[in-house]
């Protein structure tokens, strides 16, 4: 099925792109999310007319994306875990940790945003990315120290 892109998907493309995709994907989660519109004639019409608007809109998200990062560049999150043997945490910090603790400071981000392979499960400072967006990735500080259990 062709389908335009509305907006960012990770992993499938960028907006105004257009793109084949399983029909089931489009129906079951593209479409009903308002990500994309199915590459119909009138659709791929109305697309080009509203072109301008899109492009100021996506400098002002970009615009915006900037300025938070430049902010959230600043932060070092700090979290006290216990820790056995070699300062290896009893458990780890994870994505939610990390997106709790943003909200906690006033930093408004999607779990998806942060950017972890794996949870970290070793005491000391760590860098972790966060993706505000697709031109946009910024690396926050995280520190873990050991807590006496």
Same mark, same amino acid.
């Given at each position: 099925m062709e389908v335009i892109l509305r907006a960012d998907v990770l992993k499938l493309g960028r907006p105004g792109e257009k793109k084949r995709v399983a029909p089931g994907y489009a129906r079951n989660y593209l479409i009903p999310n308002g990500l994309v519109w199915e590459a119909t004639p009138g659709n791929l019409r109305l697309w080009e007319k509203e072109k301008e608007? /899109?492009?100021?809109?996506? +400098?002002?998200? %970009?615009?915006?994306?900037?300025?938070?990062g430049g902010r959230l560049a600043q932060v070092?999150?700090?979290?006290? /875990?216990?820790?056995?043997? +070699?300062?290896? %945490?009893f458990g780890s910090v994870s994505r939610m940790d990390l997106w709790k603790s943003l909200k906690s400071a006033g930093f408004e981000v999607e779990k998806n945003q942060i950017l972890l392979e794996a949870p970290l499960r070793t005491v000391g400072d760590h860098r972790v990315s966060v993706l505000l967006h697709p031109e946009v990735t910024i690396s926050i500080g995280v520190t873990i120290v050991p807590r006496a259990s």
């Open positions: 608007k /899109r492009q100021k809109e996506a +400098e002002q998200r %970009l615009q915006n994306a900037r300025e938070r070092v999150l700090h979290f006290s /875990r216990p820790v056995g043997e +070699e300062n290896k %945490l």
